[in-house]
């Protein structure tokens, strides 16, 4: 299927979501076919690091992404979603109340996913409650909080101190991320580590996680 | 007594050898407020949105008190509460409508040109934004939205019967609207005006005298929204550079106009959407730099002062960006890399920026000094330098900026 790799690392869309129908409708599975996206993806993902690709093409590969999903969805079997769970670790990534900012978080999301990471986004303007809760719920490895303004470092600060009080403190690492964060905002806010760039993070997760 | 005539002309002079690459008396300093004076007065920012009063003493307040190089006059941009519920205006939240009492506004991303009104804003501009964009961004206007066009309102032949369209009660609303705002606009200008002699009586040139943009930020964060543009630049490229040639004149004559009525050369220009990772250098140097690089050579011809603020990280535009007249202008940095800036600039154009605000948010005040020290050990050097934070110091703790003006003050001069 280097045909439609290819086609979804070149970002052309009429012609791969066309090869996905084609092999699909010739018997392919749709695991294989997957597969074949999520290629796709990691070389897309490596071309963004070696500056070759920039925001414009990994916006619209995740829209490629959402669209090939679409097609390939009825033919996954649940087995294959749950062959999907075996991977690095589990992070949970939003931006932080008060912010809409998303294309950073994004990107480090899409990072994330390509490295192995289960990852699960809240959105943007997510209430520290809700983060909390659903840190709870979900168990996650990694809480990715993204803020580009100066008015996100509170809420960052509350999250970390939800999570203590939820006694989950312990076995979460924390990254807050975004332009506007650095050792002095990741003291303040009582994270792990901060992230200017979205693969610090995929660096660490593998030092995290790696070795379990 | 101070003589505040002469304090005027001392700071005047001080930015004006900044910008021209001689070393003035002392490093100028100049730092972005946002609503940080409505704090330092202890008013929330609704009350000083909504009153004028209240604004311009705690601007004056904060004036007095950190004596900066340049004023900040607030009206236009934040002192504009009471004219936004005029126009139901669309494209902000702010205090009391959407956000609490003492947030500061905020920006809401709206695609408010579709994909395929891309002919109709190129065509004709001014139909787009009567009949399109007035009635999107400002709920209140709504109805501007069902005029017909004017463009064949031609004489006797055709042309007299279009006002015929009035007589539909929600467009008559809508003009009656306008006149609202135009009563709004005329109180908050005055402020403005009033506030700007104020600052003059007390020793204060103002800091910019105009705002304008690169034409590819216009469209992007005005009327196709950053992800819309984006992928426009793959889909619709030709769309995208047509417009940005259509905004080049609006976004110059805009600047030229509002520096002549204020009479202050400087013209403000924040970059928003050429960061490293927004595009390629080759998509940068097709649609983003010859249109910006254009606005910078005919403001300068026209003897304005562009200040350019680099939003985020432009380390790989550096080498686009120093091709312009040299001591004619400053470039503000805020996440680039300002060793990296320095070095691009070196006798080309005056640098300004970029202490962290994080550590004015987050730090204590010895945290500041030793940030402030490490920027002016390596920035003051023999001139061409304007100390400046890289974004707006709104959510800054007073401590801190008490160190910060106090470090640069005491440290400044050359
Ligand atoms: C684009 C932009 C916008 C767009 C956002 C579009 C969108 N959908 O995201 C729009 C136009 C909507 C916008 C609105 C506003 N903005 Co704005 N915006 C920017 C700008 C120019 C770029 C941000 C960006 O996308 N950068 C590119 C990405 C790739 O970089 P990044 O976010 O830093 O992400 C990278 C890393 O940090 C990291 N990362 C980020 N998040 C995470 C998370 C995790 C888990 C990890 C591991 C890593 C990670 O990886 C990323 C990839 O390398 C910045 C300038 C700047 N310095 O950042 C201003 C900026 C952030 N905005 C600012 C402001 C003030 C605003 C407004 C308040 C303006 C207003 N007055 O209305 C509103 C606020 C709206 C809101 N409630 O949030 C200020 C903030 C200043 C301050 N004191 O807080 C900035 C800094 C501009 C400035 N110099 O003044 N903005």
Redesign the pocket.
């Known amino acids: 299927m280097q045909d439609l790799i290819n086609a979804v690392v070149e970002l052309m869309e009429e012609e791969a979501l066309e090869l996905t129908k084609k092999y699909l409708g010739d018997g392919k599975s749709g695991k294989e076919v997957f597969e074949a996206y999520q290629k796709g993806m990691a070389e897309i993902g490596a071309r963004f690091e070696a500056k070759e690709y920039f925001?414009p093409e990994l916006i619209l590969s995740g829209e490629l992404m959402q669209a090939g999903s679409e097609l390939i969805k009825p033919y996954l079997s649940a087995a294959d979603s749950a062959a999907d769970e075996k991977k690095l670790g589990k992070?949970l990534?939003a931006?932080v109340e008060?912010?809409?900012?998303?294309?950073?978080?994004?990107?480090?999301?899409m990072?994330?996913d390509i490295a192995g990471l289960e990852v699960k986004d809240l959105g943007?303007?997510v209430p520290t409650k809700t983060i909390v809760e659903e840190a709870k719920n979900w168990q996650p490895n990694?809480?990715?909080?993204?803020?580009?303004?100066?008015?996100?470092y509170d809420p960052m600060r509350e999250v970390v101190e939800g999570l203590k009080a939820a006694g989950l403190r312990d076995k979460v690492k924390v990254?807050?991320?975004?332009?506007?964060?650095d050792e002095h905002v990741c003291k303040y806010v009582g994270a792990d580590i901060f992230?200017?760039?979205?693969?610090?993070?995929?660096t660490y997760a593998q030092k995290w996680l790696g070795g379990k | 007594m101070t003589d505040y005539s002469k304090l005027y002309d001392e700071r005047q002079k001080r930015f004006e050898d900044a910008v021209a690459l001689r070393k003035p008396d002392r490093v100028p300093m100049i730092v972005?407020p946002?609503y940080f004076p409505a704090r330092l007065s202890g008013y929330s920012i609704k009350e000083v949105m909504y009153n004028p009063e209240a604004m311009s003493q705690a601007w004056l307040a904060y004036h007095e008190k950190y004596q900066p190089d340049r004023a900040d006059n607030p009206f236009r941009i934040r002192g504009f509460g009471s004219l936004l519920e005029v126009y139901d205006f669309q494209h902000?939240?702010w205090a009391g409508h959407g956000l609490p009492d003492n947030m500061?506004?905020?920006?809401?991303?709206l695609e408010l040109m579709k994909p395929e009104e891309y002919d109709h804003f190129i065509h004709d501009m001014t139909d787009f934004m009567i009949r399109r964009y007035w009635p999107r961004v400002n709920k209140s206007l709504a109805a501007f939205e069902k005029l017909p066009p004017f463009n064949s309102e031609i004489s006797y032949l055709f042309g007299l019967y279009g006002p015929v369209a009035f007589l539909d009660p929600e467009i008559r609303k809508a003009v009656e609207t306008v006149g609202r705002a135009a009563e709004e606009c005329a109180k908050i200008l005055a402020s403005g005006r009033a506030l700007g002699m104020k600052y003059k009586e007390l020793g204060f040139p103002p800091s910019s005298g105009a705002l304008t943009q690169a034409p590819f930020d216009t469209l992007?964060?005005f009327f196709r929204?950053?992800?819309g543009l984006m992928v426009d630049l793959r889909r619709r490229p030709d769309k995208v550079m047509a417009a940005c040639e259509k905004l080049m004149p609006v976004m110059l004559e805009v600047a030229l106009r509002s520096t002549k009525a204020s009479g202050c050369p400087i013209v403000f220009i924040?970059?928003?959407?050429c960061?490293d990772?927004?595009m390629s250098q080759s998509q940068f140097e097709k649609f983003y730099w010859p249109h910006l690089q254009q606005l910078l050579q005919e403001l300068i011809k026209n003897d304005r002062i562009p200040w350019v603020?680099m939003?985020?990280?432009c380390n790989d535009r550096l080498n686009s960006f120093r091709n312009v007249p040299e001591g004619k202008m400053v470039w503000h940095i805020?996440?680039s890399d300002i060793r990296k800036a320095k070095e691009a600039f070196k006798g080309v154009a005056c640098v300004r920026g970029n202490l962290p605000?994080s550590v004015l948010?987050t730090g204590t005040p010895d945290d500041v000094r030793a940030e402030c020290k490490k920027l002016m050990d390596l920035m003051k050097d023999d001139g061409g330098f304007i100390f400046d934070t890289?974004?707006?110091?709104?959510?800054a703790s007073i401590e801190n900026v008490d160190a910060m003006y106090e470090y640069v003050r005491e440290h400044g001069a050359y």
């Not at chain 1, 992230?195 to 995929?202: E, F, G, I, L, Y």
């Not at chain 2, 500061?104 to 991303?109: G, H, I, K, T, W």
């Not at chain 2, 924040?270 to 959407?273: C, G, M």
Request: proline fraction near 1%; glycine fraction near 16%.
């Open positions: 925001v992070a990534i931006t008060g912010d809409i900012h998303d294309i950073g978080k994004n990107i480090a999301g990072m994330m943007v303007d990694i809480v990715g909080l993204s803020g580009l303004l100066t008015l996100a990254i807050v991320g975004g332009g506007q964060t992230a200017t760039d979205a693969m610090v993070n995929v | 972005m946002e902000l939240k500061a506004y905020q920006f809401v991303e992007s964060d929204g950053t992800k924040p970059l928003h959407k960061m990772t927004f603020l939003e985020g990280v805020e996440g605000v948010v890289g974004v707006n110091i709104g959510d």
